[in-house]
């Protein structure tokens, strides 16, 4: 195996390795960092503790924009682009990880039906947009005609060239309606890319992200770039401008991207009424009924 080879291995594990504190950041809170860092249970790296820490304190700020938004009855979208693998579903999931999925959803759509590819190009969209009080973020969103439909022909010259027409003035009506619009394009490297198709490949747990279009954009990179390169020209308006979020490191990306976010939109304290937990209504009359034994899951551990 050469040197080159051994390093990429090398960092191949330390990318596992990565994946499993993106599940413990399911499971953390912040005042329990400093715990678990004594104990042993995460590695004692400073840059882990500090993206942790930020990771947090941008959450609780999430949190309370959240209630903004509901309390003040915003209407946001936020569209998250970028290449295959880019990192665009890590940072949605930490941008939705603790909050209320009743607020704030997202939405992904599949590959057009038959029905729809002969409707107006935007229409399929139009129904996911946020009435008051809701932010929905897009996992992919109607650029996919200047992306992934333009390089793979799926899409004629005058459907591209109307798209182009048409998309500055759709958000612009957007805007006028008053919908808050955000633009993110998460960029990586050519070689950032292949490695981490790379890593889908030789990691079990994240294979199933790997599709026959994810193998067809490697061989296309230099045309989605002519494909983005025409998009942010022709797309990035006042009205609706283009953020390109530097990707290549994944925890800085969520970062700057969510402290971004949560600068686009003011936001303060929602007054809430204070919680009192009620009292249990108990009646002398009322006898448990016990549970059949073969109901319950067996205990395995």
């Known amino acids: 195996m050469s040197e080159t080879d051994q390093d990429q291995l090398s960092r191949i594990k330390a990318e596992i390795a990565d994946s499993f504190d993106e599940e413990l950041e399911m499971q953390l809170e912040e005042d329990r960092l400093d715990e678990l860092v004594a104990e042993g249970m995460t590695e004692p790296s400073l840059d882990r503790k500090i993206y942790f820490r930020e990771l947090f304190r941008l959450q609780h700020e999430l949190v309370r924009l959240q209630d903004w938004v509901q309390y003040q009855k915003l209407k946001v979208v936020v569209i998250f682009e970028g290449r295959d693998s880019a990192g665009k579903g890590g940072a949605i999931k930490r941008v939705t990880q603790r909050l209320n999925p009743r607020v704030c959803r997202t939405v992904a759509l599949p590959a057009p039906t038959e029905r729809e590819r002969s409707q107006w190009y935007f229409q399929r969209y139009v129904p996911h947009l946020p009435t008051g009080g809701e932010m929905v973020l897009f996992d992919r969103s109607w650029y996919n005609r200047a992306g992934v439909e333009r390089v793979m022909g799926f899409c004629t010259k005058e459907e591209l060239d109307e798209f182009f027409r048409s998309v500055p003035e759709f958000e612009r009506m957007l805007v006028r309606s008053g919908i808050i619009l955000i633009k993110y394009w998460f960029s990586i490297t050519d070689e950032e890319q292949e490695f981490r198709f790379k890593m889908r490949i030789h990691d079990p747990l994240k294979q199933w992200k790997l599709s026959p279009m994810d193998m067809e954009s490697r061989v296309h ?72 034994a073969e109901l319950y899951v067996p205990e395995i551990f």
């Open 221 to 292: 990179w230099e045309d989605y770039t002519k494909a983005k390169e025409e998009m942010l020209a022709r797309t990035h308006t006042a009205d609706a401008p283009w953020w390109v979020v530097q990707a290549v490191d994944k925890k800085k990306a969520r970062l700057n991207c969510i402290a971004h976010l949560l600068a686009q939109i003011p936001y303060g304290d929602v007054p809430k009424p204070e919680i009192e937990l009620p009292s249990r209504v108990r009646h002398d009359d009322y006898v448990r009924t016990p549970v059949p």
